[in-house]
């Protein structure tokens, strides 16, 4: 089952929330999943405040996305606060959330390891590399693993 079958099947939101600032990179990622298939598979939103109003919003319908691919650096509320507000929260502790960041610093990976993050990738630069990490994280979030 693809993501586009999740999305129609549950009536629920798309099956990725996408929290990214920056225009360039949002627009990479999307056209990453387009590419491999999955066309809609992405909720995008620009800042750390709109990611949890709109989780919280998920919360209250009962109605998660699969997945949530979290940048660090982000306007009003860093990833890292997101991070922790998502694992702190009884209702949203189980969404899986993967950071995406341009910095690969032992730091910012430890740290969101210690935040509860379940895993960190290496923001891709270019849309071909972006493809090989988009069907990777589809195949294994969105087909392969069981959640809750």
């Known amino acids: 089952m693809d ?3 999740l999305a129609d099947e549950t009536g629920g939101p798309p099956p990725i929330l996408l929290v990214e600032d920056n225009p360039a990179d949002a627009r990479l990622a999307r056209e990453a999943f387009r590419e491999i298939g999955l066309e809609g598979a ?3 939103v620009v800042d750390g405040v709109e990611a949890l109003d709109y989780l919280r919003r998920c919360a209250a319908e009962d109605a998660w996305p ?3 691919l979290l940048d660090l650096n982000l306007p009003r509320k860093d990833g890292r606060e997101v991070l922790a507000e998502i694992k ?3 209702r ?3 969404l899986p959330v993967i950071v995406m960041s341009t910095s690969v610093a032992e730091q910012d990976i430890q740290q969101c390891y210690a935040l509860h993050a379940n895993g960190f990738v290496a923001k891709p630069v270019d849309l071909g590399h972006f493809e090989r990490v ?3 994280i589809s195949l294994f979030w969105l087909q392969v693993a069981e959640l809750p």
């Open 3 to 5: 993501a586009r079958t």
């Open 42 to 44: 992405i909720r995008h």
């Open 66 to 68: 699969r997945l949530v």
């Open 88 to 90: 702190a929260d009884p």
């Open 92 to 94: 949203m502790r189980r």
């Open 134 to 136: 988009a069907e990777a």
